[in-house]
């Protein structure tokens, strides 16, 4: 059984920074690719980005530029830095976890979410 659980979350000023966390416990399967997606509301969920066990990377274009994917693979851990963060990135961002080397669509694995609001 595979849970991730993330962090980092919470509210930011415009152009501000976070960076979020995701944990992996349990069984892992590798290959693997982790990933975040965020969900607005009265939206659907989309990719931020995604990275596999071995290094690629995959962004979205909601924060391409703006964000930075990384993972520590003996922690079973992704990071998501994020910069310059505006009021339409507020939204709740989920971890993924998918089996294989698949950057483009989510696995069956989900965190609960963290919630990210960019506000004055």
């Known amino acids: 059984q595979v849970q991730l659980v993330e962090s980092g979350g919470g509210l930011v000023q415009p152009g501000g920074s976070l960076t979020l966390s995701c944990a992996a416990s349990?069984?892992?399967?590798?290959?693997?690719?982790m990933g975040w997606y965020r969900q607005a509301p009265g939206k659907q969920r989309e990719l931020v980005a995604s990275i596999t066990s071995g290094g690629n990377t995959k962004y979205g274009e909601s924060l391409k530029g703006r964000s930075t994917i990384s993972r520590d693979n003996a922690k079973n851990t992704v990071y998501l830095q994020m910069n310059d963060l505006a009021p339409e990135d507020t939204a709740v961002y989920y971890c993924?976890?998918?089996?294989?080397?698949?950057?483009?669509?989510?696995?069956?694995?989900w965190g609960q979410g963290t919630q990210v609001t960019v506000s004055s």
């Open positions: 993924n976890l998918a089996r294989g080397l698949v950057l483009y669509r989510p696995g069956n694995y």
């Open positions: 349990g069984t892992i399967f590798r290959p693997n690719t």
